[in-house]
């Protein structure tokens, strides 16, 4: 599933973010990879992010402007 999200936290040493789920009562995230040749955002940035509904892992697909 994708969403809207904005950005609450940054971890630069392990590459990943946390994220307030826009479509999803504002619910935080755990932690979701950022691709290797991805920028990190900024906190506050709005990014668009890929949900399993299992145990796999999310990830952030991109920064919108």
């Known amino acids: 599933m ?3 999200c904005q950005v609450v936290n940054v ?3 392990a590459r990943t973010i946390r ?3 826009l479509e999803s ?3 935080v ?3 979701i ?3 290797k ?3 990190l955002p900024e906190i506050n940035a709005f990014v ?3 949900f399993s509904n299992g145990k796999d892992k999310s990830y952030m697909l991109g920064e919108l402007e």
């Open 19 to 21: 994220v307030k789920r």
């Open 11 to 13: 971890d630069p040493v």
């Open 29 to 31: 995230s755990g932690e």
């Open 48 to 50: 668009v992010c890929s």
């Open 25 to 27: 009562n504002d619910m």
């Open 2 to 4: 994708l969403e809207e």
């Open 33 to 35: 990879q950022v691709f």
């Open 37 to 39: 040749d991805t920028t």
